[in-house]
């Protein structure tokens, strides 16, 4: 693969291997990076491919693509990987319900400073309301989180409420589904900590959803992004705004 690849991928994920591990997302150069707003920032491969980070996309509000995601939502939603709050901030300030989570402090402390709700906490960890969300969010490529799609699925099953949606955002090759090892690095040589994430393009993603019980009910792609909404079990339920 080529040097760089200007692609979305992700804010956070804590491994449920290693659910204790505070050296990937919440270390720096990651965590400079969120204070200051702005990379460059890079997902390094062991091979030496990189993955350029939206650093200044995600630091700044919401524009028209996460609005589609927004006007979407239904009930209760979490955030899942939030960074630095934009999606949580819109939400909320359209009066949903919602909590951002993320392993970052520095990506919690700037949602809490946009007014958002938020809580330093992985995935894999005890959630409030688990069962009961109404909607919940994968953005940026935080369907890698943990490095197991399939895991991640499993794990989104018992947070949401039955019928619950789920709306993920997956890379754009659809014929990507890899597993690697990656760290966080930026333009000074800075690094984070290796851990494992996942790329998964939409097809991967409906295939990973079908082996762990969701119903796929929409894709869409909108300013080069793209996107799959899915329901948990128990589809014919409904959940409350």
Request: aromatic share 6%; with cysteine.
């Amino acid at each position: 693969m080529s040097a760089a690849h200007r692609m979305t991928t992700t804010r956070i994920g804590r491994q449920p291997s290693a659910p204790a591990d505070a050296g990937t997302w919440s270390a720096d150069p990651y965590s400079q990076a969120l204070r200051t707003g702005q990379g460059p920032l890079f997902l390094r491969r062991a091979d030496g491919w990189l993955l350029l980070l939206e650093v200044e996309r995600w630091c700044a509000d919401a524009d028209a693509v996460d609005l589609e995601v927004v006007r979407r939502c239904e009930g209760t939603v979490l955030d899942v990987g939030c960074g630095p709050g934009r999606l949580v901030a819109a939400l909320a300030a359209r009066g949903w319900p919602v909590l951002g989570i993320d392993v970052s402090e520095a990506a919690v402390a700037r949602t809490l400073g946009l007014g958002g709700q938020a809580l330093h906490r992985s995935v894999f960890e005890p959630l409030p309301g688990e069962g009961r969300w109404g909607t919940a969010l994968l953005m940026d490529g935080n369907v890698g989180i943990g490095g197991d799609p399939g895991a991640l699925l499993a794990r989104m099953s018992q947070l949401l409420s039955p019928g619950g949606l789920l709306i993920a955002e997956t890379v754009p090759d659809p014929n990507v589904d890899e597993r690697v090892q990656v760290h966080v690095t930026d333009t000074r040589g800075a690094t984070g900590s290796p851990f494992p994430w996942a790329r998964v393009g939409t097809p991967a993603l409906l295939r990973h959803a079908r082996r762990t019980g969701w119903r796929a009910t929409d894709q869409w792609t909108t300013g080069g992004r793209h996107f799959v909404s899915l329901r948990s079990h128990n589809p014919n339920a409904t959940t409350k705004p």
